[in-house]
């Protein structure tokens, strides 16, 4: 879709807060994007703050001049706020309150045997219930596990970890995660990891394929706080690579934490990573044996 005439995006500017609800920015409403992929969203940003530049910004920014700052360093914010004329704080605010309309390409990793569950059932929240359940199934079916059924209550009472209830996690970055967090998709749940302990990682890595979910994620399912620090980051990107002309793109250590369950709607994809750095192998790459999960297996 054209974006719309510089005139048209300074009206909305102007206009009054109450004018413009939240979620229907004229750039950003319905508009998908790939954190990885600026050409996804680097021209709406472009539109986007053109408005808000005063009448010097652009000389000031200077685009294609290399600036020597990290990629992650809050002083690219500097950078762009001396070429606005809003204060930094309310761009992104009013970035934030824009993002609320569009969707953002996030990934969750897990461990499966048939992704077509996903495609299925949506993805839920951790419920603690369902894990224990999981949790009993699989020393149950594992003969090498089972000298661990005695202690498994004290186990999980151990395992004070409370922070996942009815939660679910998605990441922007999935080379990222690949990385430096790549053990949910080696070894599945992180509660079960840290109830079993590493007794139980070969068992673990015995079931399934490591795979990465592709979600859809219209933002308006975040927390506003959480989008809040994501807008910040996209300025941020945004700045580092108008000035660095780059060919990278900044690795982001960024989750949304969610408090719903994700449809099957919105998962779009799914992807089987070859290698994945293994934490609990100091970083050691893992190499997964298998390629395909049922869902996507060749048929015969
Ligand atoms: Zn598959």
Sequence with gaps: MPLPPIETRIQTLLAPASALAKGDDIIWKGHGFIWKAPETWMPQMTAWLEPRFRSAGWKKLSPGKFRDITCDDTEWLEVLQDCLKVDLDTCIDDLTAALAGARLWTYHGCRTEDAG???????????????????????????????????????????????????????????????????????????ILAVLGQAAHQVLKSIGVPTLLEIDLPLDAVASGDRREFAADLLMEWTRRAC?????????????????????????????????????????????PRSTCRHCEPQS
Aim: glycine share 4%; aromatic share 14%.
């Design 244 to 288: 660095n002309v780059t060919d990278w793109h900044t690795p982001l250590n960024f989750t949304f934490c969610l408090e719903q369950d994700i449809p099957p709607a919105w998962i779009v994809g799914h992807s089987h990573p070859a290698r994945i750095e293994d934490q609990f192998d100091d970083f050691r790459a893992y190499v997964s």
């Design 117 to 191: 569950l996903y495609f299925r059932d949506g993805l839920q929240r951790h419920d603690r219930q369902t894990m224990t359940r999981r949790l009993y199934d699989l020393v149950d079916g594992h003969e090498t596990l089972a000298w661990l059924k005695p202690s498994l209550e004290q186990k999980i009472a151990r395992t004070d970890n409370t922070i996942d209830l009815g939660r679910l996690y998605v990441v922007v970055d999935d080379d990222f995660m690949i990385e430096t967090a790549g053990h949910y998709l080696i070894y599945g749940s992180e509660w």
